[in-house]
């Protein structure tokens, strides 16, 4: 634990307090709590809405060097409760047996505290060849709104690396999976069933 800072449980906690369920999200308030923090550290913080209340943040750490920077990232909206009761409150950060409960705990405010407070501990450090880049994103649940504005707005630029939070049962993994979707057209030549020979199958073509 770094004087002055909390520690990550402590965070993870906090941020579970902040119902940024999505829908409908709501992550402004999270998001500003985390840029107090980032701002008093001594980072460098933007805001960026999406929509009403639906924030992001991007904060920086200037390095020594013109180097690409080293990019953290993580969300903080959570899926829905689900229909079944909970036996705990799921926005209290309630500790027992060793174990953290509350909705996003895993999913991903740990991911995001542990991220935010290793950019904290960095900024106390000599700064680095290359600078950091905290990326903290809302709307990632339902389609990555969030990430997606950032982009478009040039708010991110480049990095030399990534290191996403999600959570991968303590196991560190080199990608990160994602969609691609792609629209292919393919053309034939039509002919009677009785006559294939003279035709050319597109299906065929698209198989391939």
């Known amino acids: 634990m770094t004087p002055g800072l909390p520690d990550a449980?402590?965070?993870?906690?906090?941020?579970?307090?902040?119902d940024t369920i999505n829908p409908p999200g709501q992550e402004r308030d999270c998001a500003d709590y985390l840029a107090g923090m980032l701002e008093a550290g001594g980072l460098d913080?933007?805001?960026?809405?999406?929509?009403?209340?639906?924030?992001?943040?991007?904060?920086?750490?200037?390095?020594?060097?013109?180097?690409a920077p080293l990019c953290f990232t993580g969300?903080?909206?959570?899926?829905?409760l689900g229909h079944r009761a909970w036996s705990v409150d799921p926005f209290a950060g309630e500790v027992?047996?060793?174990k953290l409960y509350g909705r996003g705990s895993t999913d991903m405010k740990s991911g995001v505290a542990c991220l935010t407070l290793a950019a904290l501990r960095l900024a106390k450090m000599p700064?680095?060849?290359?600078?950091l880049v905290l990326v903290i994103t809302?709307?990632?649940?339902?389609?990555?709104?969030?990430?997606?504005?950032?982009?478009a707005e040039g708010a991110l630029g480049e990095a030399g690396a990534i290191v996403v939070g999600e959570p991968t049962s303590n196991y560190p993994l080199v990608g990160h999976k994602g969609a691609l979707w792609l629209k292919a057209v393919t053309e034939g030549?039509?002919?009677h069933g009785s006559m294939p020979e003279r035709g050319v199958n597109a299906v065929y073509k698209a198989a391939r």
């Open 9 to 18: 449980l402590e965070l993870t906690r906090a941020l579970i307090r902040f």
């Open 45 to 67: 913080v933007t805001r960026h809405e999406f929509a009403d209340g639906r924030r992001s943040l991007v904060a920086r750490l200037a390095g020594e060097g013109d180097g």
């Open 75 to 80: 969300h903080i909206d959570t899926v829905p």
């Open 96 to 98: 027992a047996d060793g």
């Open 127 to 131: 700064r680095p060849r290359a600078g």
């Open 138 to 151: 809302a709307g990632e649940e339902t389609g990555c709104e969030g990430a997606a504005h950032l982009a």
């Open 189 to 191: 030549v039509t002919a």
